[in-house]
T-cell receptor, first 110, second 115 residues
């Protein structure tokens, strides 16, 4: 079993939909959680950074962490075609080195 | 904003050549990292550095070396390039901060083709 599991997709939704992207993990020591957005032929861009359980909101994006279930989510409200990208989850414990999911490809069509 | 700059976006080299990939960050970050990213395999850590002149092997260091002579610059070296090193190479940096530090910030990558 991989430490971090992420469905590769692609996930295709119409413009305006609420998108839910998810990762599960097995290492209970993880306490820092990140979401990155990666456009084609570009580097990953940090979207959200959270510590421990709970929710964090930033504009149309909400990150949710459920440590008891070892499950994290990223919600995108009012999705736009410009949100089409690959979304990577990442997480770590006390190390400086995160463990990444393999990414979910999201397509938002007009 | 954090800026991580990789010297080349696209690079084509021949097998057996020595290849240098350069990365510079402007945020005085202590930690720097080199990854490669391949379809279906995700991000794989090659080398990282916690300080100047310091380096640690990641998960796939074979065929690579690194150099960190200055805090802001981290170089990846392919000693003798081979076709299986054709990939997207990503540099990242992070601050040690407090406790377990801060998240990584990435450059835009170098797409390297070895012919």
């Amino acid at each position: 079993q991989k430490e971090v599991e992420q469905d590769p997709g692609p996930l295709s939704v119409p413009e305006g939909a609420i998108v839910s992207l998810n990762c599960t993990y097995s290492n209970s020591a993880f306490q820092y959680f990140m979401w990155y957005r990666q456009y084609s032929r570009k580097g990953p861009e940090l979207l959200m950074y959270t510590y421990s359980s709970g929710n964090k909101e930033d504009g149309r994006f909400t990150a949710q962490v459920d440590k008891s279930s070892k499950y994290i989510s990223l919600f995108i409200r009012d999705s736009q075609p410009s949100d089409s990208a690959t979304y990577l989850c990442a997480m770590r414990g006390g190390s400086y080195i995160p463990t990444f999911g393999r990414g979910t490809s999201l397509i938002v069509h007009p | 904003d954090v800026k991580v700059t990789q010297s080349s976006r696209y690079l084509v080299k021949r097998t057996g050549e020595k290849v240098f990939l350069e990365c510079v960050q402007d945020m005085d970050h202590e930690n720097m990292f080199w990854y490669r990213q391949d379809p279906g395999l995700g991000l794989r850590l090659i080398y990282f550095s916690y300080d100047v002149k310091m380096k640690e092997k990641g998960d796939i260091p074979e065929g690579y070396s690194v150099s960190r002579e200055k805090k802001e610059r981290f170089s990846l070296i392919l000693e003798s390039a081979s076709t299986n090193q054709t990939s997207m190479y990503l540099c990242a940096s992070s601050s040690k901060g407090q406790g377990a530090g801060q998240p990584q910030h990435f450059g835009d990558g170098t797409r390297l083709s070895i012919l």
